[in-house]
Nanobody, 118 residues
């Protein structure tokens, strides 16, 4: 599967952005999807994930209550709604996919930059 992330940009603290990640192929619903982020000078970290059906989600403590992950399997797209953004949310955001029973994410998008100004 090939992933294409979009929607990044510059936003003021307290603002919102919605990221999208579109996937190629006809088996999108077979993949758990996740969003990761990498801030300047830091290692990539997990932000959130969603199960194949969309019925189960997981959030890192740092984004819980502010970010919402969702997916539309008919459109082969996963979304990340980011509200109440903080300067520390500044990072390149990557979407990723993994097949059932895989512990590691296997496929990665190219990343989209989110910059939050104070």
């Amino acid at each position: 599967v090939q992933l294409q992330a979009s929607g990044g940009g510059l936003v003021q603290a307290g603002g919102s952005l919605r990221l999208s990640c579109s996937a190629s192929g006809r088996t999108f619903s077979s993949y758990d999807m996740g969003w990761f982020r990498q801030a300047p000078g830091k290692e990539r970290e997990f932000a959130t994930s969603i199960s194949r059906s969309g019925g189960s989600t997981v959030y890192a403590d740092s984004v819980k209550g502010r970010f919402t992950i969702s997916r539309d399997n008919a459109k082969n797209t996963v979304y990340l709604q980011m509200n109440s953004l903080k300067p520390e949310d500044t990072a390149v955001y990557y979407c990723a996919a993994r097949r059932v029973f895989r512990t590691e994410y296997e496929y990665w998008g190219q990343g989209t930059l989110v910059t939050v100004s104070s």
